[in-house]
């Protein structure tokens, strides 16, 4: 389902890296994240609240520009 908040996503499993972009254009990397929080967040409803419950002010992040994100 499309959220209305995060834009897309990408995950790099051997890197444990989270990248995030929102619909605002901001772009995040979440550091050492595991596959089954990634996992929790494809299978979700509402990805925006699966964000904000599991991720968000969890894992160290940076903000980033350039990251591709899908």
Known sequence: MPS????????????R????????GRRYRYHEVP???VEGMRAAFSR?????RNIRD???FTRSRGV???
């Open 4 to 15: 209305s908040v995060i834009r897309g996503w990408n995950y790099d499993e051997a890197e």
């Open 17 to 24: 890296r989270l990248d995030i972009l929102f619909v605002s």
């Open 35 to 37: 596959p089954e929080i």
């Open 48 to 52: 925006g609240s699966y964000y904000n």
């Open 58 to 60: 969890r894992f160290r």
């Open 68 to 70: 591709a994100a899908t």
